[in-house]
């Protein structure tokens, strides 16, 4: 049973919230879905000590309503929780309301996608103008995140020994701009160079540029822009609403499987942070025992 705390007062979860943003050391990106959580939370300027687990429950099925993916909301409970902990941890309530509440199941997208043949993403690349085709490139035959791939420089590109090397990622600052950090997870890799991305870099390499996908003027192009561009590219292409930039890099993931590659490489070459991870995602697509555990 939720047993009410001891103690007794009216400090709302977002002043306790405020306070405890204040004490913690987050990246930019975590501290931006943090906040977005509590900002989001229905019951913020409620006392702590008046919610309950029936009210997580019901912003849960709330958010579900709404239409909300199940790893979106797993993502915003889970941002909440600690917050409630500390909560405990400070005597403030006894008991953690999120403790116990179920969660919506998540489906991959890997596993709801359709994914296009070879030759439809071959169009797909050659035909988007410029800058975009290497960008959707480097999505396709590399794999990168979308922050990975604006942020790649000539210095992480080497042709010769035909390898990409991720060391960075751009995210949005809070109030607007562009910060450049080190790629999701700590995901620091080397990529081999597919051989569809060598002519792209080869005609899009200029001595005076720094980054590989420049925009305009001279600096990382604007996801808004990005977004944009692959909307109208990916109708033309006769791809479905639901294939998003994102999956490009399923399709990377798909191929390289495909062609017998062992899980451990596939996470490696994809940044994710454990090897589970990708057996989640792209387990079905692994025909055979063997091929998950080496080539």
């Known amino acids: 049973m939720f047993n009410r ?3 007794t ?9 405020t306070a405890y943003a204040d004490r913690q050391v987050w990246a930019p990106h975590t501290a931006r879905a943090v906040h977005l959580a509590a900002r989001t ?3 913020k300027q409620a006392p702590l000590r008046s919610i309950t687990p029936a009210n997580i429950e019901t912003w849960i099925k709330t958010m579900h309503d709404d239409g909300l993916a199940g790893s979106t909301i ?15 941890r400070d005597g403030h309530v006894t008991d953690n309301p999120c403790s116990g509440v179920r969660l919506p199941r998540i489906t991959r ?5 359709a994914l296009p043949s070879e030759e439809v993403v071959q169009r797909l690349v050659r035909g988007a103008p410029q800058p975009y085709d290497l960008l959707f490139a480097l999505a396709a035959y590399a794999g990168l995140r979308l922050g990975e791939a604006r942020a790649l420089t000539w210095g992480d590109v080497d042709i010769n020994a035909r390898q990409v090397h991720v060391r960075h990622q751009l995210q949005q600052k809070p109030g607007g701009g562009w910060e450049t950090l080190p790629p999701k997870y700590g995901s620091y890799r080397t990529i081999p160079l597919a051989p569809e991305l060598i ?29 944009r561009v692959w909307s109208r590219h990916r109708r033309s292409g006769g791809l479905p609403e639901a294939f998003h930039i994102h999956d490009l890099r399923h399709w990377f993931a798909s191929r390289l499987i495909a062609k017998g590659t062992d899980v451990l490489t596939v996470q490696r070459q994809l940044g994710h942070a454990k090897a589970s991870t990708s057996l989640d995602v792209y387990g079905h697509l692994w025909t055979t025992p063997f091929t998950t555990t080496r080539q």
């Not at 007062?9 to 919230?17: A, E, H, I, Q, R």
């Not at 080869?202 to 996908?213: N, S």
């Open 5 to 7: 705390p001891t103690r």
């Open 74 to 88: 797993r993502t915003r409970v889970a941002n909440v929780r600690p917050v409630f902990a500390a909560a405990v």
């Open 109 to 113: 997208r890997a596993t709801r996608v």
């Open 9 to 17: 007062g009216s400090l709302s979860f977002w002043d306790y919230f």
């Open 199 to 227: 002519g792209p870099l080869l005609e899009a390499e200029r001595e005076e540029a720094r980054l590989v996908v420049e925009g305009p003027a001279g600096g990382p192009v604007h996801p808004g822009s990005i977004q």
């Open 41 to 43: 939370f229905p019951h």
